[in-house]
């Protein structure tokens, strides 16, 4: 299917455990981008990739590792789930020109993960 | 103080009436964005202001950079209209990173 994924959709968890959630795009974008986004909060930048193999940190990054093997896929990994982590994770890429993304920002339909 | 405060937090209207949603910053910034998040959660960019004016629909974005406010107006407001309206901005060329207002609550009632 074109466009930008997310996998799984829904996910409960248990703290301590790693989780690895998913994202996709058909695009060749190369910017991706991990947000999640809380009450109170809004949505926030956990990471970012400007490029295969070329990540950078965002607002909240702790307890998240990302990677970047290939431009097409962006997976989020939690490495020792805690409650705090509990959040709707929306995946999004962007074109780019030179060191930037351009314009519009396309989402993916996000993930509800729970840590029990 | 957030960098980007959005007024109100919700709203609640009428069918047909118009609809305007406000965006203030504290930074300097290269571009602002509109977004649309849908009761099933999805989240859909409608604008990319970096001066003037846009306009897609019913839809109009302004964006006044001495002021450092940006405003969304809904024309002809329709249940289908409602939503969460979410402002982001992009500091600075070369930024490679949204912050955004923590997004307005829009319930129209026909």
């Known amino acids: 299917d074109a466009g930008i994924t997310q996998s799984p959709r829904y996910k409960i968890t248990e703290t301590g455990r790693q989780v690895t959630l998913m994202c996709h795009q058909t695009w060749s974008h190369s910017y991706m981008f991990w947000y999640r986004q809380d009450l109170g909060h809004g949505l926030r930048l956990i990471y970012y990739s400007a490029a295969a193999d070329i990540t950078d940190k965002g607002e909240v990054p702790d307890g998240y590792v990302v990677s970047r093997s290939k431009t097409e896929n962006f997976p989020l990994t939690l490495e020792s789930a805690t409650r705090s982590q509990t959040s709707v994770y929306f995946c999004a890429s962007a074109s780019g020109r030179g060191s930037t993304f351009q314009e519009t920002q396309y989402f993916g339909p996000g993930t509800r993960l729970l840590v029990l | 103080k957030n960098e980007v405060e959005q007024s109100p937090q919700n709203l609640t209207a009428q069918e047909g009436e118009f609809i305007t949603i406000n965006c203030s910053y504290s930074?300097?910034?290269?571009?602002l964005h509109w977004l649309q998040q849908h009761p099933g959660g999805g989240i859909v960019s409608l604008f990319m202001l970096s001066s003037g004016k846009k306009k897609h629909g019913r839809l109009i974005a302004t964006i006044n950079i001495q002021e450092k406010h940006s405003s969304l107006h809904i024309t002809a407001s329709h249940p289908r209209d409602s939503a969460v309206y979410i402002c982001?901005?992009?500091?600075?060329?070369?930024?490679?990173?949204?912050?955004f207002g923590q997004g307005t609550r829009l319930t129209i009632n026909p």
């Open positions: 930074v300097g910034i290269s571009a």
């Open positions: 982001a901005v992009r500091s600075g060329q070369g930024a490679q990173k949204l912050v």
